[in-house]
């Protein structure tokens, strides 16, 4: 039988550098972690997602590791690390750790041997190419910065990054870096650990030959050759292998994936992970990544959501979020800045009652907004600063700023609002980074106090989800998928419904039930307005219900 563990929980991501500082230097640690571990417990989620928490040179903060196997020295260490794994178990919440295999950080020691020569041990375990006719080994683009590629006079070639420059990618063809990959899979599995998410894991596996990307892609035009890839399965299976011995699962990120590649991981005989994170409902207001922006559609979010719903069901599961540190804040995107309870308690319920494994990301749960700094070079992340130095170069600096605003991943990783004491309460020290000036009406202690608050309602819907069967397994359904306005889903299991309604205006508007529900009388089991009659048809800016039936 599928074991189904997974299936049933709910998880809190934490990007630990910005969560909480217990030592009073600024940056956010495990020490801070081990103090919040009841305040996360008291969420009612059942795991958390640990961001990367290994030494690295941060040039993309974590996802560059320049050591496997310990605790980057500003978040702790290992034994620090083992008193928050067990803490956390304690409480009964798993822990998940990041795993990042496709790329290492170029002060990795494998790298730092394989670049100087190519005849060393670790020669092989990066992607070198010598230059094709003076040029560069092929016309790819990284996703970071540039063109993939960068020159390393000591060998006279080029190595692969489909990231940032700092960040080579490994050569998985070669087995003995599988290896090092099981042999790091091992080490914290036998530490404790409950599972994996896997880091761009679609993209280990290049095409022979590497050859030319598509010109006409504006961006990522390589892709088609190394997402997929041909020894994909195979790799995957190997690691797969390694789980067996441990009762874990793996979830891997799938930037582009489609419901059947996603199928081919998850399910038949290939099967090697778990879950999938996919893209699609992130591009409701924008089209490949946050930067190449459009405005909000709520059909294109519905269509993505139902997509993955039909394409799953009976078969595999959905993995269900709406923020991470790769994206900006939600109510900035899919709300409104002007409605923060209403829209963010609205898309709460919009997706934690799906189908699936729901994830939080640090801060969601109190309706944390975009932070929208005044000059570029306040902003730290490699990809938002590469965008805004690559594209619409001849925008005036307000239009390119904006877009920052709009699509930064800095603004999901300012510090997390715990009070209104100074720096939110996140550090006695002065903080890494910028803290979110509206953290004087948007933090936790307030939250705490207000019963109604998007913190609360959080609780209330993870409450709820937890002790409903149809809440867990119940098929889905969508309802007037045409309309701008309203998303409709039931979801059915046993008997019993549940009738999901979210309003995405800013205005009154009135919504019909569909046929099936206008006969009986539902139970209206969650509502984000205090006075809201279960009868009354109208829908007040970004109102959401849920109702329940025995049908
Ligand atoms: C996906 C991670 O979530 C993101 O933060 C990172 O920059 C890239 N992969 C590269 O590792
Ligand atoms: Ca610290």
Redesign the pocket.
């Known amino acids: 039988m599928e074991k189904d563990w997974y299936r049933r929980m709910c998880f809190y991501q934490i990007w630990v550098r910005s969560f909480c500082d217990g030592n009073g230097d600024g940056i956010g640690d495990l020490y801070g972690v081990y103090d919040k571990l009841p305040y996360i417990h008291s969420l009612g989620v059942d795991g958390i997602w640990f961001?990367p928490l290994y030494p690295s040179p941060n040039a993309?903060?974590?996802?560059?590791i320049s050591d496997y196997r310990n605790i980057h020295p500003e978040y702790g260490d290992l034994q620090q690390f083992q008193k928050v794994l067990q803490r956390a178990h304690e409480l009964g919440l798993k822990v998940i750790m990041?795993l990042?295999v496709?790329?290492t950080s170029d002060e990795h020691p494998w790298f730092m041997e394989s670049r100087k020569s190519k005849d060393n041990p670790y020669s092989d375990y990066y992607i070198w190419r010598d230059a094709r006719k003076g040029k560069l080994p092929n016309n790819w683009d990284s996703?970071?910065e540039g063109k993939a590629w960068e020159y390393v006079p000591e060998r006279d070639q080029y190595y692969l990054h489909?990231?940032?420059k700092k960040?080579p990618d490994l050569n998985m063809d070669n087995p003995k870096v599988r290896e090092e990959v099981k042999g790091i899979m091992r080490f914290w599995l036998d530490m404790g650990v409950d599972g994996f998410r896997e880091?761009?894991i679609t993209f280990i596996s290049k095409k022979a030959g590497l050859p030319d990307g598509l010109p006409f892609l504006p961006i990522a035009n390589g892709m088609p050759f190394y997402k997929d890839g041909p020894r994909i399965h195979e790799y995957l299976a190997e690691f797969r292998k390694v789980c067996e011995d441990y009762d874990c699962f793996q979830l891997g990120?799938g930037?582009m994936t489609t419901t059947k590649s996603a199928l081919s991981y998850m399910t038949g005989k290939h099967k090697s992970l778990d879950l999938m994170f996919h893209f699609d409902h992130m591009m409701a207001d924008c089209m490949f990544t946050e930067y190449i922006q459009r405005p909000f559609q709520l059909k294109r979010l519905k269509h993505a959501f139902s997509k993955w719903q039909y394409a799953l069901e009976g078969k595999a599961w959905n993995t269900l979020y709406l923020e991470?540190?790769?994206h900006p804040r939600i109510i900035s995107r899919y709300g409104s800045e002007n409605y923060i309870r209403e829209s963010g308690t609205m898309l709460a319920v919009c997706y934690l009652f799906l189908q699936g494994t729901p994830f939080i990301y640090q801060g969601q749960e109190i309706g944390m907004t975009n932070i929208r700094l005044k000059s570029i070079d306040q902003y730290v992340d490699?990809?938002s600063k590469n965008n805004y130095h690559t594209f619409h170069l001849k925008d005036s600096i307000e239009k390119r700023l904006a877009r920052i605003h709009a699509s930064s991943?800095d603004s999901s990783r300012t510090p997390m609002q715990w009070d209104t004491s100074a720096n939110a309460g996140f550090t006695t020290g002065k903080p890494w980074f910028y803290v979110n000036p509206n953290y004087t009406r948007i933090n936790v202690e307030r939250q705490e106090q207000e019963p109604d608050s998007i913190l609360n309602f959080y609780r209330r819907c993870l409450c709820y989800r937890k002790q409903s069967e149809v809440a867990l397994w119940g098929t889905y359904h969508e309802y007037y998928r045409s309309s701008g306005k309203i998303y409709m889903y039931d979801r059915v299991w046993k008997g019993k419904s549940l009738l999901v309604i979210c309003s995405f205006a800013e205005h009154l508007i009135s919504v019909r039930f569909p046929p099936k529900y206008r006969q009986q009388q539902g139970k209206m089991i969650l509502c984000n307005y205090k006075d809201s009659d279960q009868e009354n048809r109208k829908l007040r800016a970004f109102e959401t219900r849920v109702y329940e039936y025995e049908i």
């Open positions: 961001s993309d903060y974590g996802y560059d990041d990042v496709n790329h996703l970071f489909l990231f940032a960040q880091d761009v990120e930037p991470n540190h790769d490699v990809s991943r």
